[in-house]
């Protein structure tokens, strides 16, 4: 069963979104979205990009103000409204996130945001004798002597257990208070709870896991149901090739092959790097705004659905209702590369939406 399955069946959670829902209009709920949007500018600055994902910047005045629990409460809130799950953290911080003990977190030197100080400990973790563990240790002379605790005298023997620690002191330790606050902000509608009850939702914080877990050409044929005209009719089999057509196109995205279906149009430069650039997120976002799958699934349940007007060509997107209308005629059913064309158009056009 999927992370997204098990979140939208969680009774649990249904109970959850309905005092979401309740709560909206109430003043707390406009307190809480109105402080973070008036600190939007600023959001940019609170999190640190490290090779493995992000982990939050340490600033007094944003914890002495709390707004690390501000944070905490949005991703709970967005999370139990359905909205794009806010993967993006470093493992080893959705590690402590998941069990609140340092000693559970499993940390590397990839996980630090200061390129300068990551380097400088892969020297030392990577050196081969002496010599070369001396050199890279005079790298953190600026700060090693200022950290109680860490492995002083540093010998070839202990070099890993230093290294581990200094990570995991700059990494966690040091941003520890972000990290509490962020916590406490989580366990808002008790989603914290719900998250290590099942650890296998950690896909929705974690933003390794959730590039594992990349949008495909089936997950968006399954979203997308087309909502038929009655079996048997003329326009339930124009409607059906019609369907095999863009269900031909979402392959062709995924298989990087759309630029070669339209090799003998002349594209403009624009629509080249579009075409180079397109994903199936693209589609998603839009048909629906989003361009991922929301933690507990889409409300209203996606669709196609079908207009047959021969005065019409381009896909018209409903996402407030997840809906994909697409336009049945002559142009759109021709044997060449027309639909392709007509759906490329539509999400340039339609970029507002349709932006990954």
Request: aromatic share 8%; proline share 4%.
């Amino acid at each position: 069963m999927s992370d997204d399955s098990d979140f939208e069946r969680s009774p649990q959670l249904r109970r959850r979104r309905r005092r979401v829902l309740w709560s909206w209009k109430s003043k707390q709920s406009k307190k809480l979205f109105s402080r973070v949007y008036r600190k939007n500018l600023r959001m940019a600055y609170l999190n640190q990009e490290s090779p493995n994902g992000f982990v939050p910047r340490m600033h007094v005045s944003w914890v002495s103000s709390g707004l690390f629990h501000t944070i905490g409460q949005m991703m709970s809130t967005i999370l139990v409204q359905g909205g794009e799950p806010p993967a993006f953290l470093a493992r080893c911080v959705v590690d402590y996130i998941l069990t609140g003990d340092v000693m559970k977190v499993c940390v590397n030197t990839d996980d630090i945001p200061d390129t300068l100080l990551r380097e400088s400990l892969k020297k030392i973790e990577q050196s081969t004798d002496d010599s070369e563990l001396e050199e890279a240790l005079q790298l953190c002379d600026s700060w090693r002597f200022t950290v109680e605790g860490l492995p002083n005298p540093v010998t070839m023997t202990n070099r890993l257990q230093f290294v581990r620690i200094a990570t995991l002191y700059t990494v966690i330790l040091q941003r520890q208070s972000c990290l509490n606050q962020i916590m406490d902000g989580l366990a808002y509608y008790e989603v914290l709870q719900l998250l290590r009850k099942k650890p296998c939702m950690r896909s929705l914080l974690d933003g390794q896991s959730a590039d594992s877990g990349a949008i495909t050409a089936e997950s968006v044929i399954n979203l997308l149901k087309p909502s038929y005209s009655v079996l048997g009719s003329n326009r339930r089999q124009r409607e059906e090739i019609l369907v095999v057509k863009f269900r031909d196109i979402l392959h062709s995205i995924q298989d990087k092959e759309l630029g070669d279906r339209l090799k003998d149009r002349e594209l403009t430069e624009a629509e080249k790097d579009f075409v180079n650039a397109l994903r199936l997120g693209h589609i998603l976002a839009f048909a629906t705004g989003s361009s991922t799958i929301p933690a507990m699934g889409f409300n209203p349940n996606p669709k196609l659905s079908f207009s047959h007007d021969e005065a019409k060509v381009h896909p018209i997107a409903h996402t407030c209702a997840n809906e994909l209308q697409l336009f049945v005629n002559n142009r759109t059913l021709a044997n060449n590369d027309e639909f392709e064309y007509i759906i490329l158009a539509a999400l340039m056009n339609g970029a507002v939406f349709s932006t990954v």
